[in-house]
């Protein structure tokens, strides 16, 4: 009897384990990507859903960062900063980054991850609703000042208002939109991000300098 127990509490533990197992080694495979990295995923794509903030490249060195609007402006490497250079806003909106800490050999992104191309960005406003809707898929449904259209956050992507830095130094729009870049140059001397707006459902696809100041989300490799 006692021998019939253990094998019956035996095949039982068994077949828990079996019946659970893929659902831990999903779990633990997306927790392995990188620990600490909210992600979800849209598509076919695994996206991170809060914005970068790494001070230091993947090889580990340090990004400077840049304060002073003149010396950002006259730029030609790799910097972040936060909004109004105040480091509470980097608690909530990440840090902002010119597109050359982006396009650094070093990486930017964290080991596993990279900075989407603009074909990659594009193939997640597709799968969002396309160019016209995609905000409303892409915005959180907080943060944002009024009017907020179209934003139910359907995707989990969490986009938020963190606003971004001028070529001249400035800051601007903190509440009203989101700025993210591409890896993808334009024209050899700007490069592609996306932009998204409190006021609008629409997701727009912007190449302009390499000297703005944007946030930054990485997509999985």
């Not at 944002?144 to 001028?166: H, M, Q």
């Not at 509440?175 to 024209?187: N, Q, R």
């Amino acid at each position: 009897m006692k021998r019939r127990h253990k094998f019956s509490v035996s095949a039982g533990v068994f077949l828990f384990i079996a019946i659970l197992l893929p659902y831990f080694s999903t779990a633990a495979a997306e927790k392995s990507h990188s620990i600490g990295i909210r992600a979800v995923t849209i598509g076919s794509q695994l996206w991170m859903t809060e914005n970068l903030a790494v001070s230091h490249y993947r090889n580990g060195d340090e990004i400077p960062q840049v304060q002073d609007p003149d010396t950002w402006s006259s730029l030609r490497t790799g910097a972040w900063c936060y909004y109004d250079n105040r480091s509470e806003n980097g608690v909530t909106y990440g840090k902002l980054y010119n597109w050359y800490a982006v396009n650094d050999p070093r990486g930017l992104a964290p080991d596993g991850w990279h900075i989407p191309s603009d074909a990659e960005w594009q193939q997640l406003v597709d799968a969002t609703g396309g160019e016209k809707a995609s905000g409303t898929k892409l915005k959180s449904t907080v943060l944002w000042k009024e009017p907020l259209v179209g934003a139910d956050n359907g995707s989990g992507f969490t986009a938020i208002p963190g606003g971004y830095r001028g070529s001249n130094g400035s800051f601007v729009l903190m509440g009203s939109s989101s700025s993210f870049w591409s890896s993808s140059e334009y024209l050899g001397y700007a490069a592609w991000y996306r932009q998204l707006f409190n006021s609008y459902s629409a997701v727009y696809r912007v190449g302009s300098s390499k000297t703005l100041g944007l946030s930054v989300r990485c997509v999985r490799n």
